[in-house]
């Protein structure tokens, strides 16, 4: 059933734009915009999951770095991003990605603004990962908290010793007016948590209900 579903979505959606090979389809018109970033591997992440399918409704923008394999690190997917926020009008943006592709998913995410940010075991290829360090660094988002980003993670050789690059971005989040979950998973292999369709869902709603707007006031600790 997959294959021939995938088949019939490479067959109708996969187009290029921007020099960009990419799988775009919407489910329902709205303004909101869903990111999908491969990781080292030849195929688009998730491109099944809302496919004719209606639990989670919107546009759907898949993404796959098979040429290079350099995290994304072209400005032609910026490029691509910003014509269908463009043109779709887009208010609510979603990046995500697993392994390179969560590194890119920060890294646009920022870039755009995005309202939710999903990394899954973060892991960058071909790219010196202290540029997104820097670019969280850089980061103002004028303390609006408006950026959610869901951060899951492996661990090294023993499970109390994370990547360098993982501790590196979480240090930097730790400065950033954004609302960060950690979601360390108890493991030694990369990718050994990926979430279900269900789960990525979950977290969305999840953090679309967490407004820090709504819970300021003037007067103190009353």
């Known amino acids: 059933m997959y294959i021939k579903m995938i088949a019939e979505i490479l067959q109708n959606h996969e187009t290029t734009l921007e020099n960009v090979k990419h799988v775009f389809y919407s489910n329902y018109s709205n303004d909101q915009l869903f990111v999908s970033f491969a990781g080292r591997i030849d195929k688009y992440v998730s491109v099944t999951w809302f496919y004719n399918q209606f639990d989670f409704l919107g546009n759907f923008l898949f993404l ?3 040429e290079n394999y350099n995290t994304y690190n072209e400005e032609k997917y910026e490029k691509l991003i910003k014509y269908y926020v463009d043109k779709l009008k887009i208010k609510k943006l979603i990046t995500y990605g697993p392994s390179m592709g969560g590194i890119a998913s920060i890294m646009y995410g920022l870039k755009f603004n995005a309202d ?9 290829i071909e790219f010196d990962y202290h540029i997104l360090c820097d670019q969280i660094r850089n980061y103002d988002n004028n303390f609006d908290y408006k950026t959610k980003i869901f951060f899951s993670y492996t661990f090294m050789n023993n499970y109390d010793t994370l990547y360098p690059w993982t501790k590196d971005i979480i ?3 730790k400065f950033k007016n954004l609302l960060v979950t950690l979601h360390p998973f108890r493991c030694i292999e990369h990718l050994s948590f990926i979430p279900s ?3 990525l869902i979950d977290i969305i709603k999840l953090n679309d209900g967490l407004n820090v707007k709504n819970y300021t006031q003037t007067v103190q600790w009353i």
Not at 116 to 124: L, S
């Open 64 to 66: 796959k770095n098979d």
């Open 116 to 124: 939710m940010i999903i990394a899954i075991d973060p892991n960058p």
């Open 171 to 173: 240090d930097e989040f």
């Open 197 to 199: 369709k269900e789960f």
